[in-house]
């Protein structure tokens, strides 16, 4: 039976976390393909770049130099310096860490898995997520 390529393209994105989150972050702001991962330290590219290079720790499991080399061939100080400064502005900016939330719920959603509930217990941040294998 053939595949339908479409379906193909599907598949490969869903096994391939990390074009994954460069789809939605590239989706939200509103940029070209080949912008993040193009040379360009512009802000309005710098910023985004970012935020995909955390989601990427975050949801793949990626070595920073998997990850640099995924994002252009950047060094892995980069990827450092980029985890910082989105855990900063995080801190800093309640629109930023706004922001991260809706990207990072977009990205699970992508990946086939909704959010439950987020929530603080005990002081702590603390986010139930329901898989697509889970019972509803």
């Given at each position: 039976?053939?595949?339908?390529?479409?379906?193909?393209?599907?598949?490969?994105?869903?096994?391939?976390?990390?074009?994954?989150?460069l789809g939605v972050v590239r989706g939200y702001y509103h940029l070209r393909a080949g912008e993040m991962i193009g040379p360009s330290?512009?802000?309005?590219?710098?910023?985004?770049?970012?935020?995909?290079?955390?989601?990427?720790?975050?949801?793949?499991?990626?070595?920073?130099?998997?990850?640099?080399?995924?994002?252009?061939?950047?060094?892995?100080?980069?990827?450092?310096?980029?985890?910082?400064?989105?855990?900063?502005?995080?801190?800093?900016?309640?629109?930023?860490?706004?922001?991260?939330?809706?990207?990072?719920?977009?990205?699970?959603?992508?990946?086939?898995?909704?959010?439950v509930r987020r929530e603080h217990i005990w002081g702590r941040p603390f986010v139930s997520v329901r898989g697509e294998g889970c019972?509803?």
């Open positions: 039976m053939p595949i339908n390529p479409s379906e193909a393209i599907r598949h490969r994105l869903a096994s391939d976390p990390v074009a994954v989150i330290r512009a802000r309005r590219l710098a910023w985004p770049r970012q935020i995909a290079m955390a989601l990427v720790r975050q949801r793949a499991n990626c070595s920073l130099p998997e990850i640099g080399r995924r994002f252009g061939g950047r060094d892995h100080t980069t990827v450092m310096h980029a985890l910082r400064a989105v855990a900063d502005r995080r801190k800093a900016d309640p629109r930023c860490a706004a922001e991260f939330v809706e990207i990072e719920r977009r990205v699970e959603m992508a990946l086939g898995r909704s959010y019972a509803k």
